[in-house]
Structures are given as C-alpha cells and as structure tokens.
C-alpha cells in the first residue's frame, strides 16, 4: 500500500521553530503535489500550506503565512514543511497528503489528494 510519512513533530516552546518532513518509501514524489493539513482537538481538518509538483507554485493559509515556508527536494524525495515563530494555536496533529499531478500549475483542491500519512504531533506549550 503507497502512503506517505510525516516526521520532525515535537514539543517547542513559543517562537520556536521546527521542520517538518513528508517522504515516500515505496514512490516518487516527483510527479504529486503536496499539500500539509493539521487538526487540533475538537477542530476540524485544516489546510495549512501546498505546493505543486515542479515546486513552482506554493500556498499558505492566512494563519501561517509569513511563518511557514514549505518546500521539496525531489532528488530526497521529500516535502518539508518549515515552522517558524511558532504560536500555541499552532498545536495539532499535521499530515501531509500526495495527489498526482504532474502538470498542474497550482496546488489541487483536498479532494484531488489519494495518499495520505499518518500524521505528526506538534505541540507548542511552556
């Protein structure tokens, strides 16, 4: 079964900053667009930042714009997700999801996402 997996989450301290890592064992990330989702207790799923599968185009939720920066490295096969000036309401668990789309030119809407991961926690307490 093809998924991806989320790693780097933890526990930082307010304006701390941490990366986060999607990667693939079993295929290439080079042809799917990107895009990390977070969920906080008793909130719904949120999209929190996407980016296309030439890397060429990138999204940010208003809430972390300015903070967040994602990126890819195809030759690491790897999306990560810099978090910077972290805030408590930044706590929740984040996923990162694939979706094949090789020539898309901005990101795909959470629907067009197939492979998802399982998830890592970040907590931003003192």
């Known amino acids: 079964q093809l998924q991806v997996v989320e790693s780097g989450g933890g526990l930082v301290q307010p304006g701390g900053s941490l990366r986060l890592s999607c990667s693939a064992s079993?295929?290439?990330?080079?042809?799917?667009?990107i895009g990390w989702f977070r969920q906080a207790p008793g909130k719904e799923r949120e999209g929190v930042s996407c980016?296309?599968?030439?890397?060429?185009?990138?999204k940010y939720a208003d809430s972390v714009k300015g903070r967040f920066t994602i990126s890819r490295d195809n030759l690491k096969n790897t999306v990560y997700l810099q978090m910077n000036s972290l805030k408590p309401e930044d706590t929740a668990i984040y996923y990162c999801?694939?979706?094949?789309?090789?020539?898309?030119?901005?990101?795909?809407?959470?629907?067009?996402?197939?492979?998802w991961g399982q998830g890592t926690q970040v907590t931003v307490s003192s």
């Open positions: 999801a694939a979706a094949w789309a090789p020539s898309k030119a901005m990101c795909v809407t959470r629907e067009e996402y197939v492979y």
């Open positions: 980016i296309t599968s030439s890397g060429t185009s990138t």
């Open positions: 079993r295929f290439t990330l080079d042809y799917y667009a």
